[in-house]
């Protein structure tokens, strides 16, 4: 037993001669790691950064309120149908305002719109200068602007016989200038669309190398026929179309 306990306390000597005793920092540090492990973090907005949003999405949502109330009153604005006023010049007074009639006067009529006579024989008036007032300046517009008043297929004959007579070329060798004088424009009786031209075209030219003037007395008979498209810039705002045009020479 002595030697038992002897070697006992050999062995365990070295063991207790290792060990060292903990200090006060080292547990103070272990308590604060595991303190740290089991604490949780919280974050908060600053308060001045959520106004300043919260004021940017309402200048945000109230400007795209303004639009879209802009664009409404846009498409209202095109798409309504725009004032109509009437004024009759002679007195100042307004006749109309939209459908709203406010009397009329012996100068201004208000009724619905329909083509007569005076609209026929101003389209023949039209249509009868552009061919006989020969302006060497404008011949070729003037020209288009006839054959414009007729029907296509009207036009398209009266272009190849102007091509086969050789009338342009004529008029151009010879430097044509010509001015009509309309003496008298009257309806047919038997048809309302058929009217009749009286004047006079006075021509002056060149031939060989001499200054000529001729005067003619024509006679010219229109066919009117009414246009499919209604008032349109080509027939002059009359509803019209030249069909036909019939030449006499008077004298």
């Not at 552009?130 to 006839?146: E, G, I, M, S």
Request: aromatic content about 8%; glycine content about 4%.
């Amino acid at each position: 037993m002595t030697e038992q306990t002897s070697m006992n306390e050999v062995w365990e000597a070295p063991q207790l001669a290792n060990r060292q005793p903990r200090g006060e920092d080292d547990l103070q540090k272990t308590n604060a790691e595991s303190a740290g492990s089991t604490q949780r973090m919280v974050i908060y907005r600053d308060p001045a950064d959520v106004r300043t949003n919260f004021q940017l999405l309402t200048a945000l949502l109230i400007i795209l309120c303004l639009f879209t109330l802009s664009a409404l009153g846009n498409a209202w604005q095109y798409w309504r149908r725009p004032d109509r006023i009437v004024v009759d010049r002679s007195s100042g007074r307004v006749l109309m305002i939209n459908n709203r009639e406010f009397g009329e006067t012996d100068a201004v009529k208000m009724m619905p719109d329909r083509v007569g006579d005076a609209d026929k024989k101003y389209l023949v008036g039209e249509y009868v200068r552009l061919l006989y007032a020969v302006n060497p300046a404008t011949r070729a517009t003037d020209l288009k602007a006839a054959l414009e008043m007729m029907l296509p297929q009207s036009a398209a004959k009266f272009a190849a016989y102007l091509k086969e007579q050789h009338i342009l070329e004529k008029q151009r060798a010879e430097s044509w200038q010509a001015i009509w004088s309309a003496q008298d424009v009257s309806t047919d009786r038997l048809d309302p669309f058929t009217l009749r031209v009286i004047g006079k075209q006075e021509i002056t030219k060149i031939i060989n190398n001499s200054s000529l003037q001729e005067t003619k007395q024509l006679q010219l008979t229109v066919k009117l026929v009414a246009d499919p498209e209604g008032r349109n810039d080509a027939n002059r705002r009359t509803g019209f179309l030249v069909a036909a045009i019939d030449y006499k020479e008077l004298n």
